[in-house]
């Protein structure tokens, strides 16, 4: 397997002094245009950001995608910030060398492969395309910067390098995520002074591990998510493979618990603890957002998203939450219907008085 996708990054015209992992030839990383099926050549770009430290599996920093808006950002009015997520990041590396999931998560490929299919981008296309990208082009019409973390670690974003040192590298979920919203905000003419936060599947959790950390967030977009995971823990054989999965992202939490059914209770209060649920009913999270899901979604069953979507209809300001029940065999269809994204944030900027 090859270090990552080298078609997109060898054709970039790169950036100046920055040089990128020891096993590549030197080379720069700079502005290129972004386009897909909805967003139009020549008005936005984007640029690849090395994370410098957070170092996935395959040895390669992991990489922060940057959009942007093709018009100068203005001097006294730097644009807002959007952290766009993605998902499938859940995956360990068993005893065998094999994956659970027969793919493996775990590079810096896979991760850059989630976030171009993520954003659309045209490099991303092909014949399992699936039409992804509506949310990018919402923010950007909107005059968002977009930031978008590539997840090597397969860690559902909760990662925070405190992982069993036997397995080889550290997972750093939870600190890529905040660390690209530093990195954005340290950029000429963008500002995390608002902030929104867009998850799509299994990047909806990032959400919760941002409010843990205490990032202020003005907005959150939360589609399809597995949030509510004690299911799993209620068929343990059945679903063996998943719960290893997250005795290995929770090792540290749940280190000298020996007996079985006692580190499966303890693995439940944390995955309730982490929760969407959790962060509305104990931590009165009540940033404007927007929770859908689909009671037909094909990919994660209703167990995991309609808990949130009931304690968010019964907890919140009526004004302030939107809860969508897509009803489709789809999954996080919103990231494929423009029209469906635009209408969603044009009310979430709407509450927060952002609307162009």
């Not at 008005?43 to 690849?48: G, H, I, K, L, R």
């Not at 950007?140 to 860690?155: K, R, T």
């Not at 799993?232 to 290893?244: F, G, K, P």
């Amino acid at each position: 397997m090859t270090p990552m996708r080298t078609p997109l990054l060898l054709l970039l015209p790169l950036l100046a002094g920055c040089v990128v992992d020891q096993k590549w030839e030197e080379f720069e990383l700079s502005r290129a245009p972004f386009a897909n099926e909805w967003v139009e050549r020549g008005t936005a770009n984007f640029e690849v950001l090395l994370a410098q430290g957070y170092i996935c599996p395959d040895g390669l920093d992991a990489r922060v995608y940057l959009v942007e808006p093709a018009t100068p950002a203005s001097a006294t009015e730097p644009r807002p910030l959007a952290l766009l997520l993605h998902g499938r990041n859940f995956d360990r590396v068993e005893l065998s060398g094999l994956h659970p999931f027969d793919e493996d998560r775990l590079s810096t490929e896979w991760a850059t492969n989630q976030v171009e299919s993520l954003l659309g981008m045209e490099s991303a296309l092909g014949a399992s395309a699936r039409g992804e990208g509506a949310w990018v082009a919402a923010l950007l019409e909107q005059g968002f910067a977009v930031a978008v973390p590539a997840n090597c670690w397969g860690d559902l974003w909760h990662g925070r390098g405190d992982n069993d040192y036997e397995e080889r590298f550290f997972r750093f979920g939870a600190y890529l995520a905040s660390e690209a919203i530093q990195m954005a905000s340290r950029r000429p003419g963008i500002s995390a002074e608002t902030l929104l936060v867009v998850g799509m599947g299994e990047g909806g959790r990032g959400l919760m591990e941002l409010i843990t950390d205490g990032v202020q967030i003005d907005g959150a977009v939360v589609d399809s998510t597995p949030d509510w995971l004690s299911p799993w823990l209620a068929q343990s054989a059945v679903n063996h493979a998943e719960i290893d999965v997250l005795f290995a992202i929770y090792y540290a939490e749940l280190q000298g618990i020996v007996e079985p059914a006692a580190k499966l209770n303890a693995l439940r209060a944390l995955l309730e603890r982490d929760s969407l649920v959790n962060a509305v009913l104990e931590r009165g999270f009540r940033t404007p957002i927007l929770y859908a899901y689909s009671s037909l979604d094909q990919n994660v069953d209703l167990a995991f998203t309609q808990p949130a979507a009931d304690a968010i209809q019964v907890n919140y300001p009526p004004l302030d939450s939107r809860v969508l029940d897509w009803v489709v065999a789809d999954h996080a269809p919103s990231n494929r219907d423009p029209a469906q994204a635009r209408t969603q944030l044009e009310w979430l900027l709407g509450r927060l008085g952002l609307l162009q």
